[in-house]
């Protein structure tokens, strides 16, 4: 795919419809429109990088990752050049061995990559964190959660049908990118609780199996809300591979209306633990052939313990909190990819040095 993906440098003054219909037959973009990756548009999106240099190797194929294929991707996306160390961060966390992009390419799930983006670089490339952040309308969400997507599609290989077998799929595999509302967060931002600083620019990708909206209008305290996020997470159809609901390192989008009633009487640590030990399913409340697999996988751990009720995570730390959107008692459960797979932060770096 990346070969093909070095072809796809397209003539100045060709037709936008030839060049979509060429690189839509040669399997290159997603459905939608591209903007031409002339050469000129390419080398504006490289500045002074080195464009052979490798940022990873991405799987299923293996694929050479160069910054002259990830900048023909950001081309194709509508990308801005200021946009483009976002997606190079983006290409390496995902290419962590513990991410597991192997698995989450060609599985029969709808695992899609979610971008956020912290830190000073979210404002000044106008990255949405407010009002409808989760969709349309921002050309830098949109087409850097885009680009990504195209890179793991012509460099990683992972062509629908082919090598990625998502029964269904999900929209968000077209783009899934926002940044933070870390104006509106009572706690401290993401990137700050993975152990960044709070002026360092990050970007952090998980593996999202879809979105469910938390709607509460009614709770004041912190532990009503709170348990009405717990209840939103107790999804039976969500058992994955680890054997807890989801994949494990759920993700909470609060919004900041929400996150002002929970951060008023609880920590982010103490919300963490509440929702850890509230968001319990019952093996009871599942069918008798979920119980009975389920029971024997745990029976052939070490030390042969059978659990009764499944978890969204194994500890509660790993129940993510990012504040996001605008004003509204909604929120957003983002259950993560339930074949194994755990959430990446890298830093964004400006410079356009090799």
Not at 1 to 10: R, S
Not at 160 to 174: I, N, R, S, W
Not at 273 to 297: D, G, N, V
Not at 301 to 306: L, S, V
Request: hydrophobic share 45%; with cysteine.
């Amino acid at each position: 795919m990346g070969a093909k993906l070095d072809e796809a440098v397209v003539a100045p003054g060709q037709g936008l419809d030839e060049v979509h219909e060429r690189l839509y037959a040669a399997g290159l973009t997603d459905g939608l429109p591209v903007v031409p990756p002339t050469a000129a548009r390419i080398e504006a999106m490289l500045g002074r990088r080195d464009p052979a240099r490798v940022v990873a190797k991405l799987a299923p194929l293996s694929g050479e990752a160069t910054l002259y294929r990830i900048a023909i991707c950001a081309v194709m996306a509508g990308c801005l050049p200021e946009y483009f160390p976002v997606l190079i961060a983006a290409v390496e966390a995902v290419a962590e061995e513990e991410f597991n992009l192997l698995g989450i390419q060609t599985t029969t799930g709808p695992a899609a990559p979610v971008v956020i983006v912290n830190g000073p670089i979210a404002v000044r490339l106008g990255l949405n964190a407010g009002t409808n952040a989760l969709g349309p309308g921002v050309r830098a969400n949109a087409t850097i959660g885009r680009a990504l997507a195209l890179v793991l599609r012509d460099v990683g290989g992972a062509i629908p049908g082919e090598l990625d077998m998502a029964t269904m799929g999900q929209p968000g595999k077209y783009t899934f990118c926002f940044a933070e509302n870390e104006q509106a967060n009572p706690w401290e931002p993401l990137h700050v609780s993975r152990g960044f600083d709070r002026e360092q620019s990050t970007v952090t990708v998980l593996a999202a199996a879809g979105t469910v909206e938390v709607r509460d209008e009614c709770s004041a305290r912190a532990e009503s809300l709170l348990t009405t996020f717990a209840h939103s997470m107790l999804g039976a159809g969500s058992v994955g591979g680890s054997g807890m609901l989801s994949g494990g390192e759920p993700l909470l989008l609060f919004s900041p209306d929400h996150a002002r009633i929970v951060a008023r009487e609880k920590t982010r640590d103490a919300a963490q633990t509440f929702l850890f030990e509230t968001a319990r399913l019952p093996l009871s409340a599942l069918p008798p052939e979920t119980q009975a697999h389920l029971r024997q996988r745990h029976a052939a751990k070490p030390g042969g313990e059978t659990n009764d009720v499944l978890r969204v995570a194994a500890r509660a730390g790993d129940i993510m909190f990012v504040v996001v959107g605008g004003t509204g008692f909604k929120s957003t459960y983002v259950p993560t990819w339930g074949g194994g797979t755990r959430a990446i932060t890298k830093p964004i770096q400006t410079r356009e040095a090799t």
